[in-house]
Each structure stands twice: as C-alpha cells, then as structure tokens.
C-alpha cells in the first residue's frame, strides 16, 4: 500500500521560512512526479511546485524567487522537499504533497493528508 506521509508546516511570522518533507512508501516501483499544491480557506487546491524523476521543476507565479522544491530518489527514498522563504500572509494553506507513481497494484496520483502552513502578519 502506497503511502505519503508529509512532516513539516507549522506558524511562522512573515518573513520567516519552513521546510516541508514528504516521503512515499510502499511498494513502488517508480515515481515520474512529486511536487505540492495548497488550499487556503474558501479557495481552489493550487499548484504550488513540481519536480519531474529528471529533475525539471515549475513553480506557481505567487512563490517564484521564494520557493525550492527538490527531490531525494537514493536508496528509495522517494522524498520531496519544499523550502519556503520570505513568508507572506497569503501563503498560509494546508499544503499537500502528490506522487504520480507506478506500485506494485495500483498506478496514479496519491496525496498525503495535508499540513497546515500558518504565516502571521
């Protein structure tokens, strides 16, 4: 059973930085992309950022210069990351993390269950 498991998130103040983690586990035997999106109160889930097995990355407009995903596939680690910098008060959302993989049974997209990202004024 394929499983994201996300760790990270939390209150800072504007300004300020966070690290999110998310690893996949399971039987998996290949994972094309990993990335985020977030959803804040009365909004549409977005794409925050995206990370191909190669190493291509996108990112929404709204993090650009602010925002780094990268990516960790050694020895199975199959683990995104998302350092978040300079902070804003429109940042705050539950972030997700996406694997758009291939298991042993099943093949897809699969999320994690959301951290909360809280940035103060």
């Known amino acids: 059973q394929v499983q994201l498991v996300e760790s990270g998130g939390g209150l800072v103040q504007a300004g300020g930085s966070l690290s999110l983690s998310c690893r996949a586990s399971?039987?998996?035997?290949?994972?094309?992309?990993m990335g985020w999106y977030r959803q804040a109160p009365g909004k549409q889930r977005e794409l925050v950022a995206r990370?191909?097995?190669?190493?291509?990355?996108?990112?929404a407009d709204s993090v650009k210069g602010r925002v780094t995903i990268s990516r960790d596939n050694a020895n199975a680690k199959n683990t995104v990351y998302l350092q978040m910098n300079s902070l804003k008060p429109e940042d705050t959302a539950v972030y997700y993390c996406?694997?758009?993989?291939?298991?042993?049974?099943?093949?897809?997209?699969?999320w994690g269950q959301g951290t909360q990202v809280t940035v103060s004024s």
């Open positions: 996406f694997a758009n993989l291939i298991g042993s049974q099943a093949m897809g997209e699969f």
């Open positions: 399971g039987r998996i035997f290949s994972i094309n992309a």
């Open positions: 990370i191909t097995s190669g190493g291509s990355s996108n990112y």
